[in-house]
Nanobody
């Protein structure tokens, strides 16, 4: 069992930066691959980034490549999403999620994730 709590959201200006954190409970945190998703009003929840259990492999949606960086600190049971060069289009509720098993083919599929956080709001003003 894993419980996830996101934090770090807020209001920033376009071009600014924000770092989201996802704190996880459970002693098996390091066994999970982690993903970040976001959902804007009236939009489908979309894949943002994912990171392997070791932190050695990261994957990003084309829309955030070069701007967002996903990392994890297993000792702190925390995964991060560093967001730079933010755009108004990045405005959404951001969710972290944990998956027992992910592959390149399945990492962007919502149903592949077993646990979800409550989300944190990110608003980017123009």
């Amino acid at each position: 069992q894993v419980q996830l709590v996101e934090s770090g959201g807020g209001l920033v200006q376009a071009g600014g930066s924000l770092r989201l954190s996802c704190a996880a409970s459970g002693r098996t945190f390091s066994s999970y691959a982690m993903g970040w998703f976001r959902q804007a009003p009236g939009k489908e929840r979309e894949f943002v980034a994912a990171i392997s259990w070791s932190g050695g492999n990261t994957y990003y949606a084309d829309s955030v490549k070069g701007r967002f960086t996903c990392s994890r600190d297993n000792a702190k049971n925390t995964v991060y999403l560093q967001m730079n060069s933010l755009k108004p289009e990045d405005t959404a509720v951001y969710y972290c999620a944990a998956a027992h098993t992910l592959t390149i083919a399945t990492m962007s599929i919502l149903d592949e994730y077993d646990y979800w956080g409550q989300g944190t709001q990110v608003t980017v003003s123009s």
